[in-house]
């Protein structure tokens, strides 16, 4: 067998794995929405929380728009310049749902904390150290060749010094989900060691916060973190949209919940429920009026 056969099966290979990763991710988000679907009707298309039911819909149906760009660029059959700009897109649609999610997530825990100021200086903070290694490890690298391949679809290689920079974007965003869960750790701690009644155990309660979701979103990201590290040059960034399904899937579900306790229909409402149910009022222009 000759060098470039092998290279064409090597090839074939890694446009499976990336193409089976990138149907996993759609196949989760929706078979969540079919799961979901009735919840969503009920508290978010016939609610009175506009604004907070607006930001799910964005979330939402977002990532699906983003999976109609990322189906074309993994399995349409264009030219170099139709991939050249899908392969643009395709990044920025990333980068939006990310800062989407990211949003998301930071307002939660500000939220939680009954919109502190400290906390919504240290998420700033946060935010802006974390999208400016983001645009560290990105713009400066610019875009690879397209190579074309037997299979339709656009194929990037990816030498290591950029998977290492997307590997540190990628990174900024662990830091911050990491940065999530520990506020929403301790805060639950806080509550139980003051003596904060509540229904539950005390891992009953971090799951009402959505630790379990933000466990869940940091566990994919760190997967796909290493994918940059020890994938080859076709399949470094193959989780990339996977992390970002599973993301939205999520958080999505964290949102729900969050509609559900604000509806007063999970029997027992605590008093740290009540704070988080703040997060549906004030996700809007109220944000920046309170704290302490």
Not at 250 to 276: C, F, P, Q, Y
């Amino acid at each position: 067998m000759s060098r470039m056969e092998i290279d064409d099966m090597k090839i074939a290979r890694d446009v499976q794995l990336s193409r089976s990763l990138f149907l996993s991710g759609i196949v989760i988000l929706l078979y969540d929405h079919l799961l979901t679907i009735g919840s969503e009707i009920q508290h978010i298309w016939v609610t009175t929380h506009k604004r907070s039911s607006i930001w799910f819909l964005i979330i939402r149906y977002f990532s699906f728009a983003g999976n109609i760009v990322m189906a074309l660029d993994t399995f349409g059959d264009f030219g170099l310049e139709v991939c050249g700009k899908l392969r643009v897109t395709t990044g920025l649609v990333i980068v939006a749902q990310e800062l989407i999610i990211g949003c998301t997530l930071f307002l939660r825990v500000y939220a939680l904390y009954s919109l502190n100021r400290r906390i919504m200086y240290l998420l700033l903070c946060a935010g802006v150290v974390i999208v400016s290694v983001g645009a560290w490890s990105i713009v400066p690298v610019g875009l690879s060749p397209i190579v074309r391949t037997s299979a339709p679809g656009c194929y990037v290689p990816q030498s290591k010094t950029q998977d290492l920079r997307m590997a540190a974007a990628w990174t900024g965003e662990l830091a911050g989900d990491i940065l999530v869960i520990g506020l929403t750790l301790y805060r639950s701690y806080t509550q139980r060691r003051n003596g904060v009644s509540f229904a539950g155990s005390l891992g009953r309660i971090m799951i009402r916060d959505g630790v379990v979701y933000f466990g869940i979103i940091c566990l994919v990201n760190m997967a796909n973190i290493l994918m940059f590290y020890f994938g080859d040059i076709y399949t470094s960034n193959s989780l990339s949209w996977f992390t970002t399904a599973i993301s939205v899937a999520m958080i999505s579900r964290l949102m729900l919940n969050l509609h559900v306790a604000a509806t007063g229909e999970i029997g027992m409402v605590t008093d740290m429920e009540v704070e988080t149910v703040r997060f549906l009022r004030r996700s809007g222009t109220d944000v920046a009026s309170g704290g302490e």
